[in-house]
């Protein structure tokens, strides 16, 4: 299993401002994939963070808007740019193992702009 | 057609009784089925997974999954209040680019009412 550290938990942040959410994993891992949760919505997956390549991004996401680092295999940040209302909602980081026979999440960050 | 489908909720049952959770899932590669557990507010939780066609019970919980029908379901005995909550469905895929990443269904929100 693996355990993930992310931070903060929670955020209330201005229109026009970025938030940076870091996720630390407590064992070496090839893959970390980052989600969103509107509110009432189910998880949506934002991108992968690979080590040492540039994130690989889903269909209605782009890198200015939520670029992603990478810097080992233990840790990755995701970044909300230029943030509007429309972004308020949680963001969760996610590690399969290496069968991907199972994921675990981060606690979440819960994020609301005003 | 969504890729990962849940029966529309909300589900009611009365505490004592079984709910049944239902997922149906459009890749025929998909390898791996989760069921996730989200109180309002909170992170998911597993409550199990299976990649094997058939049953696998734990506790008050038991998954089953029919790959030839592209169908998983969750199965809750003895339902209790403290069950209720949003049951997410999700399937992670054989290979290739989409190795490792979850798809997840819109959700079933469960009420176990007294």
């Known amino acids: 299993s693996a355990v993930i550290s992310q931070k903060p938990s929670r955020d209330i942040c201005q229109r026009g401002t970025s938030l940076t959410i870091q996720c630390q994993v407590d064992s070496q891992v090839t893959m970390m994939f980052w989600y969103r949760q509107q509110p009432g919505q189910s998880l949506t997956l934002i991108a992968t963070a690979n080590q040492g390549s540039e994130a690989t991004y889903e269909s209605g996401f782009v890198i200015d808007k939520f670029p992603i680092s990478r810097p080992n295999l233990t840790f990755s940040t995701l970044t909300v740019s230029n943030m509007s209302p429309e972004d308020s909602s949680i963001y969760l980081c996610s590690v399969t193992d290496r069968r991907a026979a199972e994921a675990f999440f981060g606690q979440g960050t819960r994020l609301t702009v005003v | 057609q969504k890729e990962v489908e849940q029966n529309s909720g909300p589900l009611s049952v009365p505490e004592g009784a079984i709910a049944s959770l239902n997922c149906t899932y459009s890749d025929r590669g998909s390898q791996s089925f989760f069921w996730y557990r989200q109180y309002s507010g909170k992170s998911p939780e597993l409550i199990m997974f299976i990649y094997s066609n058939g049953d696998k019970e734990d506790g008050r919980f038991t998954a089953q999954l029919n790959k030839a029908s592209q169908y998983v379901s969750l199965l809750i005995r003895d339902s209790q209040p403290s069950d209720s909550a949003t049951y997410l469905c999700?399937?992670?895929?054989?290979?290739?680019?989409?190795?490792?990443?979850?798809?997840f269904g819109q959700g079933t929100i469960l009420t176990v009412h007294p």
């Open positions: 999700a399937v992670i895929a054989a290979g290739g680019t989409s190795y490792g990443k979850l798809t």
